[in-house]
């Protein structure tokens, strides 16, 4: 294995540079999908170099139930590793599991909590819901069908024109399955935090991607875009007592791309030459990456195996 199971590690500080261009200049459906595969690719190969690391400090432990051979003298030798990252190794990882099944915890418990609070309202198939309360609020819920869920506060603080915006940007989430770009990057950043900022660009990108959506279904960007200054000026909730796909993002920068052109649909060519060497250096540190926990997970794999009796 050697240094290369540690470059998997450090290699998703590789993927800042797009995280932030990408947000800019790219269309913010060709960000998001760049974005939750660099980063997931990136947060996957991390784990497995993490527990390839643990694999070989846990079979040097007394009393462990990996086959005998594993600690041979001869393993021992041929994988080289620093013992005291194999300790750490084995801290981060649970570290590190017990950080997504949270996330996914409440992922779930949001969706459950937000559920429950349509079995009030009476039985109709309606794919916008709207709820009486005080508080002016609108998010997408997801599910078999999903739904839209808007309080009675949130629809008397908008217009005709806002309220068709504010519902067509809710169905865009639903459409495009924006819950999953979001918890996919969510996992990721759990994984690695050297993460954090795609987690953040791909929460950006995605209420741009239903923005764009929105303005395109009704025509008029203008009332989008006053749609989602309002609803961010009247949402007085916090972010933790909404479901996941109800984050504004940054509202200025919002409002300001929708009173903007339409931005081109293109990946390719890259519109800056920025954009296109950070695309260069993320594509070449998430190859590397793969490349690395491949290699050492083939490696481990041969000769764990060689030295393990029939």
């Not at 808007?150 to 068709?164: G, K």
């Not at 993320?282 to 060689?306: E, F, P, Q, Y």
Request: overall charge positive; aromatic content about 4%; charged content about 15%.
């Amino acid at each position: 294995m050697g240094v290369f199971v540690y470059l998997p590690l450090v290699l998703p500080l590789t993927a800042l540079p797009i995280a932030h261009l990408a947000e800019q200049h790219l269309h913010p459906r060709s960000a998001t999908r760049l974005l939750v595969a660099v980063g997931t690719t990136l947060a996957l190969c991390s784990t497995v170099c993490l527990a390839l690391l643990m694999v070989v400090r846990t079979a040097q432990l007394p009393g462990n139930p990996l086959p005998d051979g594993w600690s041979d003298p001869e393993v021992r030798a041929a994988v080289p590793y620093e013992e005291k990252a194999g300790i750490v190794a084995i801290g981060v990882l649970a570290a590190v599991v017990a950080a997504c099944a949270a996330a996914v915890h409440h992922h779930v418990r949001q969706r459950v909590r937000a559920t429950r609070a349509l079995e009030s309202l009476p039985e109709r198939p309606s794919a916008v819901a709207v709820l009486p309360d005080p508080e002016p609020y609108a998010y997408a819920l997801p599910g078999t069908p999903g739904r839209v869920v808007v309080s009675t506060a949130m629809m008397e603080c908008l217009t005709a024109r806002e309220r068709r915006a504010l519902v067509a940007h809710e169905r865009a989430h639903l459409t495009a399955r924006h819950h999953r770009y979001l918890l996919a990057t969510q996992l990721a950043a759990r994984a690695n935090p050297f993460l954090l900022p795609l987690r953040t660009a791909v929460a950006y990108s995605t209420e741009r991607w239903a923005d764009e959506a929105a303005a395109q279904a009704t025509g008029d960007r203008r009332a989008v875009a006053g749609a989602v200054g309002k609803a961010a000026l009247f949402a007085h909730r916090s972010p933790d007592a909404l479901p996941a796909l109800a984050a504004v993002g940054p509202v200025p920068r919002r409002v300001a791309a929708l009173l903007d052109p339409v931005p081109p649909a293109r990946l390719w060519p890259p519109p800056s030459a920025h954009v296109a060497f950070a695309g260069l250096v993320a594509t070449a540190g998430t190859a590397v990456s793969a490349l690395s926990s491949l290699n050492a997970t083939v490696t481990l794999v041969r000769i764990l195996h060689a030295a393990t009796p029939l």
